[in-house]
């Protein structure tokens, strides 16, 4: 693994399914963001990792959940998915939190019908 | 907390020429001003970035300026070329800890060949 990878790549889903998405990296960041973009809304944080351990709430969370029982992984859940759910989802990391560059995976490009 | 503004949201220049994307934000104690570089069906990557002890930074064609009085800041690219077409984003955070990156809304630049 070189960097910081998601699966899947693209995920058709139907509404009130349980989903998660993947991320991972191997750069040994502190800490681990997921955003979903939407167009004309750029990208917008949902839960955020300072470090292993610890998660806090990002600007729009509800129906998501997430965990950072390692430092390397930081899946996000999807309880019940809805069509509002439709969109692409980023993780991104860093190493010294929001004052670093972000690095940011390939994307996951879900679709809930 | 945080809100950050970004204009234009398309912008269309002639090949060569000069094109100029404006963001301005809320919190005083923001510190760190990341500009991030999206093509196509592709990642957001950091292409310059900013922190509030210097007024202007420069990469070659990229020059980023902020003005922490008005709260705005600027990403200036000179000489353009149909490679820098893509949607642009800028941020802004506080160093303070591990806080958390707000991000504009993007703008789509096209440079016409």
């Known amino acids: 693994i070189a960097g910081i990878t998601q699966a899947p790549t693209s995920q058709i889903l139907a509404a009130g399914r349980r989903m998660t998405l993947r991320c991972t990296q191997d750069?040994?960041?502190?800490?681990m963001y997921w955003y979903r973009q939407d167009l004309g809304l750029g990208l917008r944080l949902i839960h955020y990792s300072n470090t292993a351990g610890t998660t806090g709430k990002g600007e729009v969370p509800d129906g998501y959940s997430v965990s950072r029982a390692n430092t390397d992984d930081f899946p996000l859940t999807l309880a019940s998915a809805v069509p509002s759910q439709t969109s692409v989802y980023f993780c991104?990391?860093?190493?010294?939190?929001?004052?670093?560059?972000?690095?940011f995976g390939p994307g996951t490009r879900l679709t809930v019908l | 907390g945080e809100n950050v503004e970004q204009h234009p949201s398309t912008l269309s220049v002639q090949e060569g020429d000069s094109a100029v994307i404006k963001c301005t934000y809320s919190d005083s104690a923001s510190n760190y001003f990341p500009w991030y570089k999206q093509e196509l069906g592709k990642r957001p990557q950091l292409i310059i970035d900013?922190?509030?002890?210097?007024g202007e930074k420069k990469d070659q064609r990229i020059a980023v300026t902020l003005n922490k009085t008005a709260k705005h800041f600027s990403l200036h690219i000179t000489e353009t070329q149909p490679e820098d077409s893509a949607v642009y984003f800028c941020a802004a955070s506080n160093s303070g800890g591990y806080q958390k990156v707000t991000f504009g809304t993007g703008t789509k630049l096209q440079v016409i060949p």
């Open positions: 750069m040994r960041h502190n800490a």
């Open positions: 991104a990391s860093s190493d010294r939190g929001g004052s670093d560059t972000q690095y």
């Open positions: 900013i922190r509030s002890n210097v």
